[in-house]
Nanobody, 124 residues
Framework: VQLQASGGGLVQAGGSLRLSCAASGRTFSSYAAAWFRQTPGKEREFVTGISWTGASAVYADSVKGRFVISRDNAKNMVYLQMNSLKPEDSAVYYC??????????????????WGQGTQVTVSS
């Protein structure tokens, strides 16, 4: 499956952004999805993941209660609603997909499909 992320931008602390990830292919419902983020010099960090139907979602502690992942399989889309943004949320955000759902144990190495990344910058 091919992925394309969009929706990043510059926002003030406390603001919100919604990222979108468009997937190609008719079998997107067979893929679990996730969002990762990366800052220069650091490893790609798991942010949140969602199961094939959207029935299960998990979040990193750093974003729990502020971010919400969702998906619309009819539209082949995954979304990341980011609220109460903090400067430390600034990063390039990547969407990812894989046939397996790893939950909180997800790491970047588990995912075979990646979007190109979208920059999120939160100013203080």
């Amino acid at each position: 499956v091919q992925l394309q992320a969009s929706g990043g931008g510059l926002v003030q602390a406390g603001g919100s952004l919604r990222l979108s990830c468009a997937a190609s292919g008719r079998t997107f419902s067979s893929y679990a999805a996730a969002w990762f983020r990366q800052t220069p010099g650091k490893e790609r960090e798991f942010v949140t993941g969602i199961s094939w139907t959207g029935a299960s979602a998990v979040y990193a502690d750093s974003v729990k209660g502020r971010f919400v992942i969702s998906r619309d399989n009819a539209k082949n889309m995954v979304y990341l609603q980011m609220n109460s943004l903090k400067p430390e949320d600034s990063a390039v955000y990547y969407c990812a997909a894989d046939r397996a759902y790893y939950g909180l144990g997800s790491s970047a190495a588990d995912f075979g499909s990646w979007g190109q990344g979208t920059q999120v910058t939160v100013s203080s």
